[in-house]
């Protein structure tokens, strides 16, 4: 079994920045991918970025490629999530999410992920 527990989030303003942490416990994931999803009101939840086991290799959705940056500390079990000029279309719950027997073939669907965290709200305000 692997517990995800994602850092708070919050409230930020337009052009701001946040960075979410994803803290794993029960097993270790460092040779898991994991990926950050999100889902805001009244859509399906989105793949958002993901990352090798190794952290040699990253993915992000084409909404987030150059504003945020997604990296893991195995030594603390953990994967964060940099998010930079924040935009209102980023307000969503997000979620991490760890793959343990895939491989990461399939980081960019829901669905190619077992465990997932409770989720954490960022609120962007325009």
């Known amino acids: 079994q692997v517990q995800l527990v994602e850092s708070e989030g919050g409230l930020v303003q337009t052009g701001g920045s946040l960075r979410l942490s994803c803290a794993a416990s029960?097993?270790?994931?460092?040779?898991?991918?994991v990926g950050w999803f999100r889902q805001a009101p009244g859509k399906e939840r989105e793949f958002v970025a993901a990352i090798s086991g190794t952290g040699r290799s990253t993915y992000y959705a084409d909404p987030v490629k150059g504003r945020f940056t997604i990296s893991r500390d195995n030594a603390k079990n953990s994967v964060y999530l940099q998010m930079n000029s924040l935009k209102p279309e980023d307000t969503a719950v997000y979620y991490c999410?760890?793959?343990?027997?895939?491989?990461?073939?399939?980081?960019?669907?829901?669905?190619?992920?077992?465990?997932w965290g409770q989720g954490t709200q960022v609120t962007v305000s325009s």
């Open positions: 999410a760890a793959d343990t027997y895939r491989g990461g073939a399939y980081y960019y669907t829901a669905d190619g992920y077992d465990y």
């Open positions: 029960g097993r270790t994931i460092s040779y898991y991918a």
